[in-house]
């Protein structure tokens, strides 16, 4: 299984950015699939997940700003983060539930105050 994030970078803040997660490697229709983000000198956190149903769930700090979606056709996961905060700066990981847990390389999101 490979996970491949895109869509990171600079923005100001109360800017928006999407994020994609493209899987591969296996067959992720039931796979629940999700965005964790971990900045410097802190512990890895849940920003969204989604069902294979299209079921989401949010971290506190980002609901109502953040849109998590995924196209079961193309394996790929999105995370829509609009009204970026400078506390929003970090390294956004995606990750898929296959029989275990998969990892992607993270991309880097940077907000400017």
């Known amino acids: 299984v490979q996970l491949v994030e895109s869509g990171g970078g600079l923005v100001q803040a109360g800017g928006s950015l999407r994020l994609s997660c493209a899987a591969s490697?296996?067959?992720?229709?039931?796979?629940?699939m999700g965005w964790y983000r971990q900045a410097p000198g802190k512990q890895r956190e849940l920003v969204a997940t989604i069902t294979s149903g299209g079921n989401a769930d949010y971290g506190d700090s980002v609901k109502g700003r953040f849109t998590i979606s995924r196209d079961n056709r193309k394996n790929t996961v999105y995370l829509e983060m609009n009204e970026l905060k400078p506390e929003d700066a970090a390294g956004y990981y995606c990750?898929?539930?296959?029989?275990?847990?998969?990892w992607g390389q993270g991309t880097q999101v940077t907000v400017s105050s």
């Open positions: 490697g296996g067959t992720f229709i039931i796979s629940p």
């Open positions: 990750n898929i539930l296959f029989g275990t847990h998969y």
